[in-house]
């Protein structure tokens, strides 16, 4: 799939051309692992990452963390207390 993307001069100017490609990838990745809508393995593969530790740096970096509620946190209390 190809996207093209129109931007004003002053704009596009200011910006790297050799990694736009690649960030606007990594931005549209970490927005959908923060959305629950792929996971850690699937961001490994679509970035292709040589370890999962280089993913999960990658992920921290951008602050894509997947939200950990009080539910969840009370659900592994109970799974923790049933161990």
């Known amino acids: 799939m190809q996207i093209i993307i129109e931007l004003p001069d ?10 736009f490609s690649r960030r606007i990838l ?7 692992y923060r959305q629950g809508r792929i996971g850690a393995a699937k961001v490994y593969r679509m970035l292709n990452f040589s370890s999962r ?31």
């Open 53 to 83: 530790w280089e993913t999960y740096e990658f992920l921290k970096r951008e602050k894509a963390y997947l939200p950990y509620t009080e539910d969840y946190l009370e659900q592994d209390i109970q799974s923790i207390r049933n161990f």
């Open 26 to 32: 990594e931005l549209i990745v970490a927005d959908n």
């Open 10 to 19: 002053d704009i596009a100017n200011q910006l790297q051309p050799a990694n």
